[in-house]
């Protein structure tokens, strides 16, 4: 009881951190940097099976859980809601959202379903390092796959969502290569930062589906004179 009112209070008072982070640090940048924590806590509380030491093995377990919740809270906890709510275009809002949060809930109702079977099969250390595995795919996935959404306005998120998957790839392996620089530097690398789609780009592209838009407008609205003209023109004949 004592040990899940503690779960339950970490995973409250470490979610507050996100209220600010979200907007100033990024939804993408919170979960790069909480998922490798994340499966470290996870480890750390899957090799504590292995401690013959009673009271090292209980108090190492439950280091690692609690830690589990200080990452979990400010990063993979609140970020996948907000992030839902952004990625998709107004007019599938609703539904995009009302099945994101069904995936979710969705997923942990088979992760629930199937820890007692995976404990069973691959036993506590097992366990706990299958799903430290797969945190480590989920950090190379939002990586070289989800774009930062902070920043941009709900139009220009239609722009930052239209970009090629090459595009995102590239943008991840230019972010290692800064963060590569940052720790061989310490720091003080003049290398600045790589934005996923800079100011400039969005401006242009944005410039050339309005004139896309207007170009397509002007088409479809046509005068009498001009309608009667091509219809003319597309029979062979000569309007009186």
């Not at 209070?9 to 994340?38: E, K, Q, V």
């Not at 919740?69 to 907000?82: E, L, Q």
Request: charge should be neutral; aromatic fraction near 16%.
């Amino acid at each position: 009881m004592l040990a899940s009112l503690g779960f339950g209070l970490i995973n409250f008072f470490f979610a507050i951190p996100a209220i600010y982070t979200i907007d100033t640090f990024g939804r993408r940048n919170l979960l790069l940097a909480t998922f490798p924590l994340l499966a470290a806590c996870l480890l750390l509380t899957g090799f504590s099976f292995l401690i013959t030491n009673p009271m090292a093995h209980i108090a190492l377990i439950a280091t690692g859980i609690y830690l589990f919740a200080v990452f979990y809270s400010p990063g993979a906890g609140p970020v996948p809601f907000t992030y839902a709510a952004e990625a998709y275009p107004l007019y599938v809002r609703n539904t995009g959202m009302s099945l994101s949060t069904a995936t979710t809930w969705g997923f942990n109702f088979l992760l629930a379903i199937t820890w007692p079977k995976l404990l069973q099969t691959f036993k506590p250390t097992g366990a706990f390092c299958y799903y430290a595995a797969w945190l480590i795919v989920g950090f190379f996935f939002v990586l070289f796959f989800v774009p930062e959404t902070r920043g941009y306005s709900l139009e220009q998120l239609d722009i930052v969502f239209s970009q090629t998957t090459r595009h995102g790839i590239q943008h991840g392996f230019r972010q290692l290569n800064y963060w590569r620089a940052c720790v061989m530097t310490r720091g003080r690398t003049t290398m600045e930062a790589p934005v996923f789609v800079s100011m400039e780009d969005m401006q242009a592209q944005t410039n050339d589906r309005v004139g896309r838009r207007v170009s397509d407008d002007e088409e479809q609205v046509m005068s009498p004179a001009t309608l009667v003209g091509s219809v003319y023109h597309a029979a062979g004949e000569k309007p009186e």
